[in-house]
């Protein structure tokens, strides 16, 4: 009898430990979009913008590229975008494993790995010349000074493979023996990937070649050879089901959420009192532990803004008291709802008590192009995550708490230049659009002035992402997703 209870047990119970995101909405990516690539904004999200399959997986598996063969042509060329809830702590490593359930489930992805002796360049101390390195033991870092032009500060020869192998999108083999860290500059004319940059200041146009770059700078060499390369290969894999059926998935998610804790398919506060505001309470909206949501001295646009996670330059229509008249909001839900669902109560508390109704459009509006300044990136890679750290881009400020603020700043931890974009995108309150090519993730930290302008003391933001960063925002026009709002009531009585 206990052999036949384990035998059905021991099924469900290694379901139950394949990670897997609590949530997660997986469509088409529209032909433009704002970034490109993989992040953890913060809090339990995850989010993909703008990806191949192949881009999924070398993702979900820690691989590149090129070292993923077979699949069928879609793979390669139709883009995706994924929203995605990780239950319990967000970390890169999580992220993956729960990237290799969704890819196996929506896409009925099968894969192996299979290693094969295939073209690759090994790094090789060159013949007859001393390696023009400096031993560091401080650093443990490659800078990225400019377009063709790294700087390696304490770093492993290994860290240098792997960076010329982004370049040379063929895998690089490390075989110098040095296995010290160094101090070296790199100076090289790069390849058309990387033609879009502007040249940094006072670096000739006539570079040398990568190959002659590492041989005369480093006395190093890239020799062609045939050598042992893991490869993915997919088997298997199958493009999304049509959009009907991607809206029943997304309908069944949204239910399976609310079921976890109790409440019905339709989800609603279950006390909620609205109210005029006393003007002279300070603003406020929070949520709090148990399905608590207070609003304090807001207006009706403040409100939707949080409810729908969407900046008030987003916001259009509307009545004219749509951010003028103010209210107070207490609501209570059963159970222990997260942050995400009491969002959407309040939308349905909206709907219900202002008769709101909105949509969402696409119209022509003022942004910033995130791009490369005249003199190349001033970044430096990023240093590994240590346990405990989360990766993001973090605000703060200068000055006593109580006391106007004398600066702010931002800090860039394990940061990619699309989460950098979103950054301040909340920072000016206008759309930034991250054009500038860049790809890895940096650390970076940058202080500017309170206000717009200069103070005196610090630079405005504008000019600290030039001067600091080597990023220069630029004022244009672009598309923009807008939340229209059709109509909305002054509340009823409670």
Do not use: C
């Not at 989010?47 to 881009?55: D, F, I, N, P, Y």
């Not at 975008?81 to 494993?97: D, H, L, M």
């Not at 996670?309 to 008291?321: C, D, L």
């Not at 709802?337 to 459009?361: G, I, N, S």
Request: no cysteine; net charge neutral; aromatic share 8%.
């Amino acid at each position: 009898m206990l052999r036949v209870l384990l035998s059905a047990l021991l099924p469900a119970l290694a379901l139950a430990q394949t990670p897997a995101f609590e949530v997660a909405s997986i469509r088409p990516s529209p032909a433009l979009a704002n970034w490109s690539g993989f992040q953890l904004p913060g809090g339990e999200r995850f989010q993909a913008s703008h990806v191949t399959l192949k881009a999924m997986i070398a993702y979900a598996y820690e691989v590149r590229e090129f070292t993923i063969s077979g699949g069928p042509g879609w793979a390669s060329s139709e883009l995706f975008e994924i929203e995605a809830k990780v239950p319990g702590e967000a970390t890169a490593a999580r992220a993956r494993a729960m990237m290799r359930t969704v890819l196996e489930e929506r896409f009925k992805l099968a894969v192996r790995r299979e290693t094969k002796d295939t073209a690759v360049y090994q790094l090789v101390v060159a013949k007859g010349i001393r390696p023009k390195l400096e031993e560091s033991t401080e650093g443990g870092f490659l800078k990225y000074v400019g377009r063709g032009q790294v700087e390696g500060h304490g770093y492993p020869m290994s860290g240098l493979a792997k960076y010329l192998e982004s370049l040379l999108r063929q895998p690089v083999l490390e075989k110098t023996g040095l296995t010290a860290r160094y101090n070296f500059k790199l100076n090289y004319t790069p390849d058309e990937t990387q033609a879009a940059l502007p040249v940094p200041a006072g670096v000739a146009t006539d570079a040398p070649s990568l190959y002659a770059a590492l041989q005369e700078q480093l006395g190093l060499k890239l020799e062609p050879a045939k050598g042992p390369v893991e490869f993915i290969v997919i088997d298997h894999a199958e493009s999304l089901p049509r959009i009907e059926v991607l809206m029943k998935y997304a309908v069944l998610a949204v239910m399976l959420s609310w079921i976890a804790y109790g409440q019905s398919a339709t989800p609603a506060f279950d006390v909620a009192t609205v109210k005029l505001a006393d003007p002279r309470e300070p603003l406020d909206i929070r949520t709090s532990p148990g399905g608590r949501l207070t609003v304090t001295n807001q207006p009706l646009k403040n409100m939707i803004k949080q409810a729908y996670g969407v900046e008030s330059y987003q916001i259009s229509g509307g009545p004219a008291w749509l951010d003028t008249e103010r209210f107070d909001v207490e609501a209570k839900a059963e159970g222990n709802p997260d942050h995400a669902q009491v969002m959407r109560l309040f939308q349905t508390l909206l709907e219900d008590r202002f008769q709101l109704k909105v949509r969402r459009a696409q119209r022509e509006g003022a942004i910033y192009a995130l791009t490369a300044a005249r003199g190349g990136p001033k970044l430096t890679a990023a240093a590994e995550l240590k346990t405990g750290e989360r990766a993001g881009v973090f605000n703060g400020r200068t000055g006593a708490p109580t006391a106007t603020a004398l600066s702010y700043w931002k800090q860039g931890r394990h940061a990619t230049i699309a989460m950098l974009a979103n950054s301040l995108e909340g920072t000016l309150g206008r759309p930034v659009r991250d054009r500038t090519e860049i790809a890895g993730e940096f650390d970076f930290r940058f202080e500017y002035a309170a206000d717009e302008l200069s103070n005196g003391d610090f630079p405005s933001l504008f000019t600290a992402v030039q001067d600091q960063l080597g990023l220069k925002l630029e004022s244009t026009r672009g598309s923009v997703e807008t939340l229209v709002v059709e109509r909305a009531e002054k509340p009823s009585a409670n």
